[in-house]
């Protein structure tokens, strides 16, 4: 019988290759080979592929199958090739007809008893075969909500091997079999964190809305109990729902950790690792199949590092390059995977080791040099990029009874964020850009969107002192639109400006 194919996906971060699974019968000693750079979980398809079929009422040929997965030189990791191999091994000796399976994409794992097991990535999955023209995917009946998430592509959920050979056309009796689900998602309190419930810091509650209408990042410093967990906890809060593209992202990270996925997650996802964490627990990485880190799990969402300079440096550093780019690139010698990082980073820091310096009722222990040595850990170039910058003083007995200076609700301040983002993304329409932190700096300093020197006036001082580098100047830029954007301006004034440097660095007009 000549070489019978059919498809399958091979993940690489949130990318995907198409990858034809070819099989051929030859003559010689009963055998069952994978060729094609399968990794060791793969390696072992051939035993479960085996007993899953005599499980499902059919033998594979009694002579040597050779499965090859095309192309060669792409990696394949992990159990979702079973089906595809099964299906094209089955085909080979003539259970279904080569026709049948030649346009369909198969992706699942095979359990020894013949059921389909729900495997992880399948919605990048589906979207990579969607991509590559494929309009045909089957998959296990516990991955039918993820896979059913992707326009575009008929898909077809089936609960086992003999299911699948009798939708292709197999002579076999329909047995009834319980598909395999995976456990269901813990509930999640709909209930979100009340900026109404934070007092005695109005100041932090504007920087923290204007950081939120442009998608900057944000650094807190002040003692212990002054509410800084408090006040990062009401960022996502504020943030509006996202976009269909950026969903997408986020269920495609959350499906290739293993979570489950049945509808598309349309809030920002929060992210608050511990300060132990290691570079590839935050950025992504891994021996064998690489996975996504904090960083790409808070994609289009927030990753909170509190007690930041207590994380290793070169782990702080690590975020340097995909905060910049919005991507997370990890290189292996045979491959390189690539996960969405485009996250608000939001830092609480300690002013020292004990946290007592600067408070008027304790007395700080720390000596000058722990104090540089603690705060040292946060690199000059990582602070380069954080826009928002600001002290959280510790409340007094005073504040309680203090009317709110904002007034600002969490309702009211999603509202406020979702008409300057709204605003921006108008704006900056023709460049694909949505955010002000993303523009670059070069369209915000040229002809069309200059400042006028009236308004610009305090920054080019900055600049000219050493206050600001010119990375810094261009962020002030981005923020004091953001400024402008909350407060209905078509451009920013020197009143935004000004505003915006002090959110920076507390720089003075």
């Known amino acids: 019988m000549p070489v019978v194919s059919t498809h399958a996906v091979a993940l690489n971060g949130v990318d995907g290759a198409l990858v034809q699974i070819e099989a051929d019968l030859s003559s010689g000693l009963p055998a069952f080979a994978i060729i094609g750079l ?12 085996r007993s899953a079929a005599l499980n499902s009422g059919v033998e594979l040929p009694n002579r040597r199958v050779t499965v090859n997965l095309s192309p060669a030189a792409v990696p394949k990791h992990g159990s979702g090739f079973d089906l595809g191999i099964a299906v094209a091994a089955l085909a080979s000796g003539g259970t279904v007809s080569a026709e049948a399976i030649a346009d369909t994409v198969h992706l699942g794992e095979l359990g020894l008893d013949g059921r389909l097991r729900p495997v992880h990535g399948v919605l990048p999955a589906v979207l990579a075969a969607q991509r590559s023209g494929a ?5 296990p009946s516990g991955n039918a909500d993820e896979a059913s998430l992707v326009p575009g592509v008929d898909v077809v959920a089936l609960p086992s091997l003999r299911a699948v050979l009798i939708h292709h056309g197999a002579e076999l009796d329909d047995v009834p079999c319980e598909a395999v689900h995976r456990a269901a998602a813990e509930a999640v309190s709909s209930g979100e964190a ?20 442009g998608g900057h990042h944000v ?9 800084k967990t408090m006040l990062a906890t009401r960022l996502p809060a504020i943030l509006p729902d996202l976009d269909t593209a950026a969903a997408i992202d986020v269920s495609s990270v959350r499906s290739l950790c293993g979570e489950p996925v049945s509808t598309l997650i349309v809030r920002p996802p929060f992210q608050a690792p511990h300060h132990s964490a290691t570079m590839a627990s935050l950025v992504g990485g891994g021996s064998g199949i690489v996975r996504p880190g904090a960083i790409s799990r808070a994609a289009h969402g927030v990753l909170f590092l509190d007690e930041a300079p207590e994380f290793s440096a ?33 830092l609480a820091a300690n002013p020292c080791p004990c946290g007592n310096a600067g408070t008027v009722d304790d007395e700080c222990t720390c000596t000058p040099m722990m104090r540089r040595r603690y705060l040292g850990r946060l690199s000059g170039p990582l602070l380069d990029r954080i826009d928002v910058q600001f002290g959280v003083r510790r409340v007094s007995a005073a504040h309680l009874t203090a009317p709110d200076r904002t007034g600002l609700t969490t309702a009211g301040a999603r509202e406020l964020v979702r008409a300057a983002r709204a605003a ?15 523009v670059p700096g070069p369209v915000l300093r040229s002809r069309e969107w200059r400042l006028p020197s009236s308004a610009r006036g305090p920054l080019d001082r900055a600049l000219e002192r050493g206050a600001l580098t010119m990375r810094g100047y261009d962020r002030v830029l981005r923020l004091a639109w ?28």
């Open 38 to 49: 399968p990794d060791a979980a793969l390696g072992e398809a051939k035993d479960r592929v």
């Open 194 to 213: 009340e900026l109404s419930d934070v007092v005695g810091h109005p100041d932090a509650v504007q920087a923290l809305v204007t950081a939120a209408a």
């Open 424 to 438: 921006a993304a108008e704006r900056w329409s023709s460049l694909s850009i949505d955010l002000n932190s993303r």
């Open 135 to 139: 309009r045909r995917v089957i998959v």
């Open 314 to 346: 070169s782990v702080l550093d690590a975020l340097r390059q995909p905060l910049e780019t919005g991507w997370i690139t990890i290189h292996r010698a045979r491959s390189v995977a690539r996960f969405p990082a485009q996250c608000q980073l939001l």
């Open 482 to 509: 953001s400024v402008a954007d909350l407060d209905g301006a078509t451009a920013p004034r020197l009143d935004h400006v000004g505003r915006a440097l002090f959110l920076r660095k507390g720089v003075p007009a």
């Open 219 to 227: 650094l807190m410093h002040g003692p212990p109990g002054a509410g």
